[in-house]
């Protein structure tokens, strides 16, 4: 039997599996690239660093494995969401791609909002509202602020879609990492003719657009010789990492739901219909599941927020991790693990990138409210913690709050991997968490996806039935549950309170940086 191929675009590495034909994980690899900054609230990277990284980690995990290229029967693709490739009439990269995480477009937002008839029209034709982590907004901002290039495009990819045209040649997509653009008609799952018409973006720049599990190419004579791969390789569509975490997880059916605390957070609910929140929280997107929906709420600084924290104020755990060989959010957590629920009163707000669910604000920023002599930074590390608790419940009472049926709630993420944190988690929701043996993330959803459209598994569901197991419970502690709920109803009451002042930040912000430029 062949094995399966998931190869994932993340933000801050690509990460390769091979499973076999059972889902098993026989070997894996990862490879970590840059992102670059160049202005306040810009998040941008460089595709070509994604391309090297692909061909770096699958031989890695072919050599890691013993495992030989002829034996991979099919590749799956999934990757960071809403990041803008363009390239030119030869197929050359114009530009480093527009990540997810960029708020430059907030005016673009307004725009495209105005343009179409308002908010409530808009959520009609895409089921979303404009957002600036979006596709569509940063291609009205290049178009605005780069008008030569803009006159130099003639393809529009998403990130793991460009790794897809080195892989095969082919432009494609499929509909779950297309909903994210807000060119999609979700509800048809097809390209929106009305919006693209309405913002005079060509609809042949755009993709062909595939359902999930799709065959959409195979692997090219010169893809073959610089990834090591079989030329003729089955490439599927794949799926937005979201999508492909969730197919990885499980969440292919009525009442399953997971919280993923990746570098960004993420409450994540299947749906048979196109639900939609009527203020636009939550993300409605096709599933990679054919033919299904799902419902997402987005913290953007989830495992985010901890990185900061190790990275700006823990620099002698980091030094002491080196010195022993232990990670040093062991120490970081081991810490945090001697401060009490609530912190004494130290609450942490994350949106240290803007926010998404429920507040889509760039402006937004992270805070730590309740700061005294007492705290500790055994204090800090807990807070962000709980923070991002706070974040993730948010996310949950909206899901709720669209009727969707609640069954298993299942962890994953390199987050979910602090028993400290699942706990934090499980308290802050009042719910178990259920965890699964293999937390490989998109990378594995992608590899099932795979194995469903070379028919190695007969459906989503079968692949997810066959493969993925569960592996313990994390509950709730009641008193716990109970100091949490004081705590989020304060941390509920902060975002309202600080709105006017995170606007104000912003423009004096603004201000000082043009002055300076």
Not at 297 to 316: H, I, P, Y
Request: aromatic letters at 8%.
């Amino acid at each position: 039997m062949p094995l399966l191929l998931g190869i994932d675009i993340g933000t801050s590495a690509t990460k390769v599996i091979i499973t076999d034909e059972a889902g098993r994980v026989v070997a894996s690899a990862t490879e970590t690239y840059p992102l670059q900054t160049p202005h306040p609230n810009w998040a941008e990277q460089d595709p070509h660093d994604w391309w090297a990284a692909t061909c770096a980690a699958i031989r890695g995990a072919c050599a890691s494995g013993g495992v030989r290229p002829a034996d991979i029967g099919c590749v799956g693709l999934t990757g960071q969401m809403h990041g803008l490739v363009l390239l030119d009439r030869e197929g050359k990269v114009l530009r480093p791609a527009i990540l997810w995480c960029d708020q430059r477009t907030a005016d673009e937002c307004r725009r495209i909002t105005e343009a179409v008839g308002g908010a409530a029209r808009l959520r009609e034709l895409t089921c979303n509202p404009a957002l600036t982590g979006f596709t569509a907004p940063k291609v009205i901002w290049v178009r605005d602020h780069e008008p030569e290039l803009y006159g130099k495009i003639r393809r529009i990819l998403l990130p793991k879609d460009y790794i897809r045209f080195k892989l095969t040649g082919e432009y494609a997509t499929e509909v779950s990492d297309a909903s994210g653009t807000l060119l999609f008609d979700v509800r048809g799952r097809r390209w929106s003719r009305d919006v693209l018409n309405t913002l005079g973006i060509p609809e042949d720049w755009l993709p062909r657009c595939y359902e999930s599990p799709e065959v959409t190419g195979r692997v090219t004579r010169e893809a073959a010789c610089e990834t090591g791969l079989a030329e003729g390789t089955p490439v599927v569509g794949g799926a937005g990492d979201q999508a492909a975490g969730a197919v990885g997880s499980g969440i292919v059916r009525p009442g399953a739901i997971s919280v993923t605390v990746g570098t960004s957070g993420v409450v994540f609910a299947y749906m048979d219909e196109a639900a939609l929140d009527t203020e636009g929280r939550l993300h409605t997107f096709c599933h990679a599941v054919p033919s299904k929906w799902h419902a997402m709420g987005v913290t953007l600084g989830a495992g985010g927020s901890m990185r900061w924290f190790r990275d700006m104020l823990c620099e002698s755990e980091m030094e002491v991790g080196r010195c022993a060989g232990i990670d040093p959010y062991e120490l970081i957590t081991a810490e945090a693990a001697q401060a009490e629920p609530g912190c004494e009163g130290l609450v942490f707000l994350p949106y240290l990138a803007g926010e998404r669910t429920p507040y889509p604000d760039p402006n937004a920023r992270g805070v730590f409210f309740g700061l005294s002599l007492r705290h500790t930074k055994a204090h800090m590390a807990r807070a962000v913690m709980e923070g991002v608790a706070f974040s993730l419940r948010d996310c949950l009472e909206l899901v709720k709050a669209l009727g969707v049926s609640m069954g298993e709630v299942r962890v994953s993420g390199g987050g979910a991997r602090s028993a400290l944190w699942r706990q934090i988690i499980a308290d802050v929701l009042g719910t178990p968490l259920v965890m699964l043996k293999v937390a490989e993330g998109p990378a594995y959803g992608a590899a099932l996806l795979a194995g469903v459209g070379t028919g190695v598994f007969t459906s989503v569901p079968e692949a997810c039935d066959l493969a993925i197991e569960t592996d313990g419970v994390t509950e709730p502690n009641p008193p716990v549950v109970a100091v949490y709920d004081e705590y989020h109803d304060l941390y509920r009451a902060l975002y309202p309170w600080l709105k006017p002042a995170f606007e104000r930040l912003a423009g004096v912000v603004s201000r000082v940086v043009s002055r300076k430029d």
